[in-house]
């Protein structure tokens, strides 16, 4: 779900005030939009006069032949529609966007009026009414003072629809915007439609060193240690025929490569085939997966699984909420008796402010995990909490901290309890983007785990850092 940037369009502060000026200043490139401005006042097409003016001002903010312009041009303006279009820019920021067609439609002129057609595409667009918001931001694009906008959410439309390319192809005209506005809001959803497509292929590679590989009891170090590097990568490939809404294909392959703990280098596989629905506010899933995972070059375990997923937008918050059902074939005659059900869910929110540049999550988890012997069987359940920050443009900073308690089914005759668990996890995390389709990742983990049998209390740190990458190959 791409988040929406409400503009302003009838003035950042009002229509009537003259706009922030560019950082360099260009009297020379604003004579050409005074000529235009002077042109249609005479014709009396205020609101493309209105606009020119305020191009003007971008680039020669002591234009006084301008600044007198744009005070004599507003007073001839319709208050009824000033009011309309000022009604329909609070609904939307609101999150309103019934109220905002409402609004629309007692404005004069409106079938004439770019702002207007540009204003109804995005309620459009949030209402999910995918091809009359096409409609209203096609007829936006055609007039200049809307063009820049409605080219900016066409290719957010487009990229909803799955079609990467014309959206990239849009964004680069948004891009290419006087107003900082949406230049900016274009240029960072850029990278992003060019990584996306109905195929495709996502990779990554990495290295981290882990202080605790076989969580040896908190004390007791095994006399070689326990720590070690290793060395990961993943594949994978997702089709979407129909773009983001419609059924998709996903494969993945993965492997790690110990330094020394050769019997826990790990490989699998996995695929699942599902549907998504991702329209206006609101994304759903559901898929049917299989996984196969090998421990030491020997098989080691079969899962499949049934997953649903849902999301709810709502100006700066979001809803979520995960579902899985799986069952675990252990191969392995040492972890056959854990085989058996499993069902998991997480519900949580989180709030993004200033367009998505910070993001706060709090999500609580709930999970029971059978197995063919009672005492292996285990119910599991706890908190966690998020934060994001994108201080500069390609960096983003995360924090997280997780706690949870786990409970077996049954007494253990064998440890002579009923194993209780708690644990905690902290993680630091670093990611940057290289160019339009690759990031560096870099993550800190802390691990501790509590149990009332002590052989299972550990403490581990893991460190890594991973080169990313996707592109959309259709």
Request: charge should be negative.
């Amino acid at each position: 779900m791409i988040p929406f940037l409400f503009l302003a369009l009838v003035g950042a502060s009002g229509p009537c005030e003259p706009p922030e000026p560019l950082e360099l200043a260009n009297p020379a490139a604003a004579i050409p939009y005074l000529e235009v401005a002077e042109e249609e006042r005479a014709a009396g097409s205020f609101e493309t006069a209105l606009a020119a003016y305020q191009e003007v001002l971008r680039r020669d903010p002591t234009n006084a032949q301008a600044l007198a312009g744009l005070q004599a041009v507003c007073p001839a303006q319709s208050a009824p529609e000033e009011d309309a279009l000022a009604r329909a820019v609070a609904s939307l920021d609101a999150g309103k966007p019934e109220e905002a067609l409402e609004a629309l439609t007692a404005e004069p002129g409106r079938a004439d009026s770019p702002t207007a057609a540009l204003l109804e595409g995005l309620a459009l667009l949030m209402l999910g009414e995918e091809e009359a918001a096409a409609d209203a931001l096609l007829a936006a694009r055609e007039a200049p003072s809307t063009a820049p906008a409605a080219a900016l959410y066409l290719g957010i439309l487009s990229l909803r629809q799955g079609e990467a390319r014309r959206a990239a192809a849009l964004l680069e005209d948004a891009a290419a915007a006087s107003d900082p506005r949406i230049s900016q809001r274009a240029t960072a959803l850029l990278p992003h439609a060019q990584r996306e497509g109905r195929l495709v292929v996502s990779m990554r590679v990495g290295a981290d060193y882990d202080s605790n590989v076989d969580l040896a009891p908190h004390g007791l170090p095994e006399l070689e240690g326990s720590a070690d590097m290793a060395l990961g990568g993943l594949a994978a490939l997702t089709f979407q025929p129909l773009g983001p809404s419609g059924p998709f294909l996903r494969a993945a392959a993965h492997v790690r490569r110990h330094r020394r703990f050769y019997g826990l280098d790990l490989w699998g596989a996995g695929a699942e085939a599902g549907w998504a629905h991702e329209r206006s506010s609101l994304a759903l899933s559901a898929a049917l997966g299989l996984d196969y995972a090998a421990l030491g070059g020997a098989p080691y375990l079969w899962a499949p699984r049934l997953e649903v997923a849902a999301r709810e937008l709502q100006g700066p918050w979001v809803l979520e909420a995960q579902g899985e059902l799986r069952w675990e074939d252990f191969v392995d005659p040492a972890f056959v008796d854990y085989s058996g059900p499993g069902a998991s869910g997480r519900l949580g929110f989180a709030w993004q402010p200033l367009s998505g540049r910070v993001r706060l999550g709090l999500a609580y988890g709930l999970g029971y995990q059978g197995a063919r012997e009672q005492p292996l069987a285990a119910l599991e359940h706890g908190p966690r909490a998020e934060l994001w920050v994108r201080p500069l443009a390609p960096l983003r900073v995360g924090l997280s901290v997780s706690g949870g308690w786990r409970r077996s089914a049954a007494f253990d005759p064998t440890l002579q309890a009923r194993r209780e668990d708690g644990f905690a996890e902290a993680m630091l995390a670093l990611e940057s983007a290289l160019g339009t389709y690759w990031s560096v990742q870099g993550q800190l983990t802390g691990q501790w785990a509590r149990s009332n049998v002590p052989r299972f209390n550990y403490e581990r740190w893991v460190g890594g850092l991973a080169l990313v990458g996707s592109i959309g190959v259709l």
